[in-house]
């Protein structure tokens, strides 16, 4: 109909080599040009299984096919973008196909969502996103897919890539309903990372695919072709050869492990490195991602590098919150994707809440106090650092002198040796007093029973978190407890630096005259400017 319903045309005889009768669950108009449109044909209750994709430009007049091989399953919904008109999305029965020139080509997209039947498509204009409707398995969301409008074969081709970035929008999120750790009792599905999506291609040789099964399949050809050329080389029917051909690894060599092909953290494989930088050019966050062939996706928390925490504590609430330190504030950032000796740089729009009225003053006040706790953590972790290493060395001279002692029992030798019972002695005296300066310190892991929050950790952890809080400008209150947590953090580096100049010093000239290598000559200990 071109007049609103009036009167129509019929037009599927123009359909060429659609069976009769074929059901049409999906006919979709385009948004760039007036007599352009997509239709699909399902035939699967007559056992075809064969896909009917179309599209007309002259309102039905003439159709032309946008099948090709790569197409599995009748097809059940397409969508063009709104703003490339050579971007287009296929549900089928066996999941989503993508093309990037009109439908010349088609690529079945597997990126989180499983092989399972697409029964409608619908964009997002104002977040970009795709929205999937499927058969028995619910609602997907494709976050921003304004990079698929910009991949190309050049793109493609570049070692590295980073595409477009959206502007990130900072905001808190509201408890759900129903408690925060439910457990098995509830299900819910996954919310948009929170930060800014970074995505980029990479092309670089050795980078595993993205697709599993693919890269056991090019891993498997991969060996197969080495065990061919060992089996070449080597003398026919000697053992090498008998090796080559069962793909055997030589006695004393490890088997080839297979890289890490994506996921967030993943311990092992090739991984990219993401640098956020300031305005000033200065690198705030560094994380790293697993790397794979072709396009990669990251997520930015808008959060800065964390602050110290001293060594072995694994900081498990920081990890269980992302792991960064304080959220940076609004404004326009650089992200660097480097892989080696490769790297692209692009801008991020950082945008405040917009529900919350504050000032930048109020900002910027907020994340000056939050930085300067944050200088105190560091100093803390620092502290805690030197009495723990010095404490390790100790305890390592008192070893080294149990075993000069064991041998001169098994020498036989009686005589007390004085100096070296001294050394032991004032080594017992100064392990026990880090161990109670440590304690003043912060709580170490290794504690038992409840500990008083009189450390300088527990002070320094309760500013920081109701700092962090919220945006606004901190309080008569909070900046009163800055102040004192400062306080307290100038007077234990005092007592930190005295044993150290005093103690410490003492013992380590009497390890010299035992002639005992130990204890590097630190300088003082002081709090940084954020």
């Known amino acids: 109909t071109r007049d609103g319903g009036k009167s129509w045309n019929s037009v599927e005889g123009n359909l060429r080599g659609v069976p009769a009768n074929t059901w049409i669950p999906h006919v979709h108009a385009s948004p760039h040009a007036g007599g352009t449109a997509f239709v699909v044909l399902d035939d699967h209750r007559r056992s075809n299984l064969a896909p009917y994709v179309y599209k007309t430009t002259d309102y039905g007049k003439t159709w032309a096919s946008l099948v090709t091989p790569e197409l ?3 097809a059940l ?12 999305f296929l549900g089928t029965e066996f999941g989503l196909y993508v093309s990037l020139d009109g439908g010349r080509r088609w690529m079945p997209f597997r990126q989180g969502l499983p092989t399972v039947s697409v029964m409608d498509l619908a964009y997002q204009p104002r977040e970009n996103d795709l929205v999937i409707a499927t058969h028995g398995r619910g609602l997907y969301v494709i976050d921003d897919i304004r990079p698929l409008r910009s991949l190309s074969d050049d793109t493609q081709k570049s070692a590295i890539h980073l595409f477009e970035i959206a502007d990130a929008a900072q905001h808190q999120v509201a408890q759900g309903a129903n408690g925060r750790f ?13 930060g800014a999506l970074i995505s980029y291609s990479l092309n670089v040789p050795g980078l595993p695919h993205p697709d599993q099964e693919r890269q056991r399949e090019l891993k ?16 026919a029917g000697g053992p090498a050869a008998a090796a080559a051909i069962e793909g055997e690894a030589k006695p004393g060599q490890m088997a080839e492990e297979e890289p890490a092909a994506g996921g967030r953290g993943a311990a092992r494989g090739p991984q990219a490195e993401i640098q956020i930088l300031d305005e000033s050019g200065k690198v705030i966050r560094t994380f790293r991602q697993a790397a794979v062939q072709g396009v990669n996706r990251a997520v930015w928390d808008l959060r800065r590098d964390a602050f110290r925490q001293p060594a072995g504590n694994s900081n498990e609430l920081a990890e269980f919150f992302g792991g ?13 994707v480097k892989y080696g000796k490769e790297q692209a740089e692009g801008k991020v729009r950082v945008q405040p809440d917009t529900r919350y009225d504050l000032t930048a ?50 020498a036989g030798v009686t005589e007390e040796n004085k100096p070296r019972k001294d050394l032991a ?4 005296k100064l392990v026990k007093s880090l161990g109670d300066l440590e304690k003043n310190l912060w709580d170490p892991p290794d504690s038992k029973g409840l500990s008083p929050d009189t450390d300088l950790q527990s002070r320094i952890t309760y500013i ?46 009497k390890v010299r005259e035992q002639q005992v290598q130990l204890l590097p000559e630190l300088a003082p200990l002081k709090i940084q400017e954020p």
């Not at 439910?182 to 929170?194: C, E, I, K, M, V």
């Not at 960064?324 to 660097?336: A, F, H, I, Q």
């Not at 620092?382 to 041998?407: F, M, N, P, S, Y």
């Not at 002695?425 to 017992?428: I, L, N, S, T, V």
Request: no cysteine.
């Open 425 to 428: 002695a004032a080594a017992r």
């Open 464 to 509: 920081s978190g109701s700092l962090s809080s919220s945006w606004d400008a901190p309080t008569a209150a909070q900046q009163a407890y800055l102040e004192r947590a400062e306080e307290l953090t100038r007077r234990r580096l005092d007592e930190v630096n005295r044993l150290f100049a005093e103690d410490v010093a003492a013992f380590r000239a």
């Open 220 to 235: 498997e050809a991969e060996r197969a072709k080495a065990r061919e050329e060992a089996r070449k080389k080597a003398p």
């Open 324 to 336: 960064g330190g304080p959220e940076v504030l609004p404004g326009t950032y650089t992200v660097r």
């Open 361 to 410: 003053e109020a900002r910027q006040a907020k994340s000056q106090a939050v930085m300067r706790a944050g200088a105190l953590q560091n100093a803390m972790a620092e502290a805690v650092d030197r009495v723990t290493r010095t404490r390790t060395d100790i305890q390592a001279i008192l070893a080294k002198l149990q075993t000069e002692d064991e041998k001169d029992r098994q």
């Open 182 to 194: 439910l457990g098995d009792t509830s299900f819910r599905g996954a919310n948009r990372p929170y």
């Open 72 to 74: 599995r399953g009748y």
């Open 77 to 88: 919904t397409i969508l063009q973008d709104p703003v490339d008109p050579d971007l287009l």
